[in-house]
């Protein structure tokens, strides 16, 4: 495989407006995030739930021969640690339940002209407790594409389809995204997933407003102690909305903090018979970190006010 060294290339590539889902290129990214105890939703047993989930990703980028092409080979893992306490009849049991997600994502990014842009991202996923012998229920293959469309240094817009697993199930949905950069603010929509505006983005420190969905569905392969019932998988969304603040260390290095309300939670175990059992939290508080390096550039086309 041909993989072009010159990375002063691709960074002035990736700044020129292919970096469709990311206000930054980051390279490498580490993040934590803490969901304090809740109480279950419909439940009289006393029954709580809290969460820890991190997450490391690796992006690598590789132009290709024609310089109108670029691939993004992204690694990723997230640990989603689910903390249960409450009642059954035999008296209080305390458990905690570990989900694990190993994927390599694979992004083609095709100027089309300097209008037109495509983006086509497929992603093979391992999604599992892995308590077990991996078997095909384990993986799944998520995907989405998307065409941009650049009005000008200030404003793109585009829409596509994605399979995912978002919503805690897996899903064909309709894609859209919007991008608006002033010297001082940004806005990116990328529906349904992400929602943000950012103020002075050009500075060391900026901060602003994000809303963002996630979730998951993962193979379940041992039993759930405080559901008491064979559990075949593991369905888990939910909403963050709240501030956001970032600050530069340096050219290359950031540090993240986000807060702020987790709604809309789901957490639902199904069984063989896909019958469910639901362990939906209250809304609750969230909390987290994330520290991320990235190329050193230079914006000299910065949109002017």
Known sequence: ????????IVILFLVGGLNVFAQDFELFKIESTYYPMQNIEESDLNREIGFWEWSAKLTIPQLLKNE?????????????????EGNLLSGPTEATKTYHTMSYGLSWIETL???WQLVVNVLPTLASDLEGALSGD??????????????????????????TTSFGRQLVIPMGMLKYRTNTTAID??????????????????????????????????????????????????LNIGPVMTYK???????DLEGGMAVGRRLTFID??????????????????????????????????
């Open 113 to 115: 002209n300097p209008k």
């Open 68 to 84: 109108k092409s670029l691939l993004l080979h992204q690694l990723r893992y997230t640990n989603l640690r689910a903390e249960m």
């Open 138 to 163: 384990d993986f799944l293959f998520l995907a989405n594409a998307i065409a941009i469309r650049t009005k000008n240094s200030r404003f793109k817009y585009g829409f596509g389809l994605a399979y």
């Open 189 to 238: 929509l990328l529906l349904p997933n992400k929602l943000s505006v950012i103020f002075h983005i050009n500075k060391p420190f900026n901060y602003g407003l994000q809303a963002r969905l996630d979730g998951g569905l993962f193979n379940n392969n041992s039993t759930v102690q405080i559901i008491n019932e064979e559990v075949d998988a593991t369905s888990y969304s939910r």
């Open 1 to 8: 495989m041909y993989i072009k060294v010159n990375i002063k």
């Open 249 to 255: 260390l340096n050219d290359f290095l950031k540090i």
């Open 272 to 305: 063989s018979n896909d019958d469910t059992f639901n362990r939906t939290p209250e809304n609750g508080l969230f909390f987290k970190v994330g520290l991320s390096i990235s190329p050193k550039k230079k914006n000299k086309n910065a949109p002017k006010d």
